[in-house]
């Protein structure tokens, strides 16, 4: 059962990385939020996060730069909902305290 579990895991990690591989391809290693390019230090966003059952698909997973990603999505000021293979909608709180929101492509 150890091994079979462990055997497991690494194949989801493989389909994992084969995954984060084609969000890098789509999104060209740039920040979904702020559009800046971060090359091999974009960090990948679960949509849905998967502590709440969110799978890691490329409908799921968003290029992120850390800012973006731990400063605005982790801390509650940007959030981010949709498919990110189609539409994702992005709401941002902005210094005033409004909240702004735009929609993108893919």
Do not use: F, M
Request: proline share 1%; glycine share 8%; hydrophobic share 35%.
């Amino acid at each position: 059962a150890k091994r079979e579990r462990a055997a497991s895991k690494r194949a989801q990690a493989k389909a994992d990385r084969l995954v984060y591989a084609a969000v890098d391809a789509r999104d060209q290693h740039r920040c979904r939020v702020c559009r800046e390019y971060r090359g091999i230090d974009i960090q990948r966003h679960h949509i849905v996060y998967r502590s709440v059952g969110g799978q890691t698909t490329t409908q799921n997973v968003i290029s992120l730069c850390a800012e973006c990603h731990l400063v605005g999505v982790h801390q509650g000021r940007i959030k981010i909902t949709g498919n990110a293979d189609e539409r994702v909608t992005i709401t941002c709180i902005t210094g005033n305290g409004q909240w702004a929101i735009w929609e993108g492509p893919a």
